[in-house]
């Protein structure tokens, strides 16, 4: 069977991006705060997109008996791993701007004519590449990031007014106005968090196996309906998380009357599954009977 190969588009895109990222950071460090933080902002996106990329690639492992769900779940360590590091670059860019601000001499860099170029050559060039890849692979941005197309629109935006601010500093900087670059630059850290921290939260949220807010009133109302099914005493102890992107992962105990007999266990059994099965790809049921629970029960090996 032909393996299903990444879209050179897609790669093409990420490389160029990935070389003007580079370039982005190397000019920025040489002086200019507010390009260098556009760096990490260009860096963001190129990563995002690249996670984008991992279902294709997983789709070719899997699961086994060491990874019995397979490899899904590096999505989302890989999202998380990148927002943090954002974060924490933020912190850095911040203190940065600070100190330059207090600094008694106010960092008089020189900004010559060609270095003046070369940002707004490279901001302009990585506006351009942000903005194809924001339209012309939008699904890879909301899927890996969970935004609509409103917000696909309103990054765009920020996107433009980040870019046209770091040329206007860098212009600015050169005519003595030396206090314009760090300010764009808290101005671009502010993006950054505001992009960073949902994808940190959301991605944080799934590691520590927490219950789907998407599906809490769906999961809610199905636990209701299994209560009232035939013969269940009640439903309880149950846990529900997301494993990935679109993939949940549950486990509920079920408690059946004494008199239950196999068969009546087994549709008990047939019908909770189905409650949960447009929801839960992967569930859990456990049945008990009352009789389980009580002191010197037939099954005394059955524990909790």
Not at 69 to 91: H, K, P
Not at 210 to 218: A, D, F, N, R, Y
Request: glycine share 4%; with cysteine; hydrophobic share 45%.
């Amino acid at each position: 069977m032909e393996e299903r190969g990444l879209p050179k588009p897609l790669t093409i895109y990420l490389t160029i991006s990935a070389i003007v990222s580079a370039a982005s950071f190397v000019v920025g460090r040489s002086g200019s705060l507010s390009l260098l933080s556009t760096a990490f902002h260009s860096i963001f996106d190129v990563i995002t997109i690249g996670i984008s990329l991992l279902p294709m690639i997983l789709d070719r492992y899997p699961p086994n008996e060491k990874y019995s769900y397979g490899y899904d779940r590096l999505i989302v360590i890989a999202s998380f791993s990148n927002a943090v590091f954002l974060l924490f670059a933020s912190v850095f860019l911040l203190f940065e701007c600070v100190e330059r601000m207090i600094a008694d001499d106010h960092h008089e860099a020189e900004i010559t004519t060609s270095y003046a170029s070369s940002v707004v050559i490279v901001t302009i060039a990585g506006l351009c590449i942000r903005l194809a890849g924001i339209f012309l692979f939008p699904s890879s941005r909301a899927r890996s990031e969970g935004h609509s197309k409103e917000d696909l629109w309103l990054h765009a935006m920020t996107d433009t007014v980040a870019s046209i601010a770091v040329v206007v500093s860098t212009y600015l900087t050169g005519s003595g106005v030396v206090l314009a670059d760090p300010i764009v630059a808290m101005f671009i850290v502010g993006l950054i968090v505001y992009n960073a921290y949902p994808v940190c939260r959301k991605t944080s949220a799934v590691l520590l196996q927490t219950t789907p807010v998407s599906l809490k009133e769906q999961l809610d109302k199905a636990i209701r309906e299994a209560t009232t099914l035939e013969g269940v005493v009640e439903c309880k102890n149950e846990h529900f998380w997301t494993h990935a992107p679109g993939i949940y992962v549950g486990s509920l105990y079920v408690r059946v009357r004494t008199d239950a007999t196999e068969q009546q266990r087994e549709a008990v059994l047939y019908k909770v599954r189905a409650l949960f099965a447009p929801y839960i790809q992967y569930l859990t049921v456990q049945l008990e009977k009352d009789d389980w629970l009580l002191p010197g029960s037939a099954h005394p090996e059955h524990k909790i």
